[in-house]
């Protein structure tokens, strides 16, 4: 079997499909070139990350193709109905990545809350001449203890970062589709016992207005209208902060890029973006946002269970 893991995999997961036989080239393809490529080397199946897309273009034009293999959790840059449809098995690793998305939204969070978003940016070039106005400037920083952490999506991912926000002291709400409730383990460490908290789950708008702070965990919408638009940017609780680690688009980023100018927004955190790999300038260069570049799942640990996910997949089909 030969697979194309386009947008890489990791070094172990690499090592372990080949002693079992797997042939795996790392060797990034550019997508005008794919489905020459997959047909002329014959590789049965393809790994993919959010860079490479597979459309129906693919699907239809390569035969041989028995799988796609999505490392991470969001597959919109897959036409997985069409393919499997056509046959074909597609597959992603939702639990592999979770905490390592949790603790970006944490870190922008803890970031935004003393701005030190701004504060990098600016100190190498002002601290010199201007430390005690920027010492002035940054000194309105507030605390995340106490304050409210409004969930938007409570899967997988939205159950890891309630774990850490409990764990930090906040008060944590959510909304989902299903409704309800949901019950968030909290895991101390050092062999302490394990705390089970019930998070309530309420309608969007009562988050909006009762969240100090909101973070997004919902698939991109098959419309392609953003979860949270300029209207519901404007409901949002005066002074509040928001996340964006889902896809890019989930916010109307034009409207959350104004309501950070105008004061309405504390801050706000982009790990995703619309039009990626090529952002909107205006937002990147816009001093009020904290930005990132589409790293949520970027860690090592991450990686590595992806690749272990991805191996347990790929040896089932051989």
Request: net charge negative; charged share 20%.
């Amino acid at each position: 079997m030969k697979v194309l893991a386009n947008d890489g995999i990791s070094a172990k997961a690499k090592s372990e499909l080949e002693s079992q036989g797997v042939e795996v080239s790392t060797d990034h393809v550019e997508q005008s070139s794919l489905i020459d490529t997959l047909n002329e080397v014959g590789y049965a199946g393809i790994l993919v990350r959010s860079a490479t897309k597979v459309r129906k273009d693919i699907i239809d034009s390569c035969p041989n193709l028995r799988f796609i293999g999505r490392g991470g959790v969001g597959m919109d840059n897959i036409d997985v109905e069409y393919a499997r449809e056509q046959g074909k098995v597609v597959f992603n690793t939702p639990a592999a990545s979770s905490q390592s998305v949790a603790e970006l939204v944490m870190a922008h969070l803890f970031a935004m809350s003393r701005s030190l978003h701004s504060s990098y940016r600016e100190m190498p070039s002002r601290g010199e001449s201007e430390f005690k106005a920027l010492k002035k400037a940054y000194a309105k920083g507030i605390e995340l203890r106490g304050k409210t952490l409004g969930i938007v999506g409570f899967g997988r991912i939205g159950n890891a970062v309630a774990q850490y926000a409990l764990g930090c002291g906040m008060n944590v709400i959510g909304t989902d589709r299903m409704g309800g409730s949901r019950e968030v383990t909290v895991k101390l460490p050092m062999g302490g016992p394990e705390v089970k908290i019930e998070v309530p789950l309420l309608p969007l708008a009562e988050l909006l207005a009762k969240a100090d702070a909101i973070t997004f965990h919902v698939p991109a919408q098959a419309d392609g209208s953003p979860v949270l638009d300029a209207e519901g940017v404007a409901s949002m609780k005066p002074g509040s902060m928001l996340v964006n680690t889902a896809r890019g688009g989930t916010v109307d980023e034009s409207a959350v890029h104004q309501a950070v100018n105008s004061g309405h927004l504390r801050a706000a955190a982009l790990d995703v973006f619309v039009g990626e790999p090529n952002p909107n300038p205006v937002i990147l260069q816009a001093p009020g946002l904290a930005l990132t570049p589409h790293i949520g799942a970027a860690t090592l640990e991450a990686q590595d269970r992806i690749g272990d996910e991805l191996v347990e997949r790929i040896l089932e089909l051989r």
